[in-house]
């Protein structure tokens, strides 16, 4: 299975808008609802954002939130906040195994 | 608070063999299935082995089968990767995850295994 792809950098400056997009095949992103996305701190444990391509975990700001068309899901940082500034990662369930992108380090202008 | 703490990481030569460990609290361990994700250096995570929450089913990432084995002992809430022949393609930062519902709900900070000779 080859990697999900995603843009290297997103950035935006406090209080803005931003989409990560992430580009998969029919194999995965277009059969499964099972798209999740992870953000990433170094040193820190990574943590999960949304799940089933649109649900939050209790706990997740609704700042955060996804969405699918097609083979290409999407993850919107609304009202952005230096605290965003982390790498993102989406995954998507692909029959065993489970496949990821290479992340997007959205950085906060 | 949940948490996951892993470890069992270091230097190891190509051809060795290290094993992996996982320690949960504060979730139902023995309820989760449990998940081994890998992080190499400049490169997005892996998915590289899951296991069901008796132990009775275990998947693979292929370019890890018959050279790694994932096994739990829930009474300790400990998830394990022994890992054999050892690859410099396996250095990598190795996360244990909470693996319920085709997600990765909790993980653990990782452990680092580096393969060099």
């Known amino acids: 299975q080859s990697a999900l792809t995603q843009p290297a950098s997103v950035s935006g400056s406090p209080g803005q808008s931003i989409t990560i997009s992430c580009s998969g095949t029919s194999s995965d992103i277009g059969t499964y609802i099972y798209v999740s996305w992870y953000q990433y701190y170094p040193g820190k444990a990574p943590k999960l954002l949304i799940y089933d391509v649109t649900e939050r975990p209790s706990g997740i700001s609704d700042r955060f939130s996804g969405s699918k068309s097609g083979n290409t899901a999407s993850l919107t940082i609304s009202g952005l906040q230096a605290e965003d500034e982390a790498d993102y990662y989406c995954c998507s369930y692909a029959g065993s195994p489970y496949v990821f992108g290479a992340g997007t380090k959205v950085t906060v202008l | 608070e949940v948490q996951l703490v892993e470890s069992g990481g270091g230097l190891v030569r190509p051809g060795g063999s290290l094993r992996l460990s996982c320690v949960g609290s504060g979730f139902s361990f023995s309820g989760s299935w449990m998940t081994w994700v890998r992080q190499a250096p400049g490169r997005g995570p892996e998915w590289v082995a899951n296991?069901?929450?008796?132990?009775?089913?275990?998947n693979y990432l292929d370019s890890v089968k018959g050279r790694f084995t994932i096994f739990r002992d829930n009474a300790k809430n400990s998830l394990y990767l022994q890992m054999y022949s050892l690859r410099d393609e396996d250095t990598a930062i190795y996360y244990c995850?909470?693996?319920?519902?085709?997600?990765?709900?909790?993980w653990g900070q990782g452990a680092l295994v580096t393969v060099s000779s």
């Open positions: 995850a909470s693996n319920n519902d085709w997600r990765f709900d909790y």
């Open positions: 296991i069901k929450q008796d132990g009775s089913i275990k």
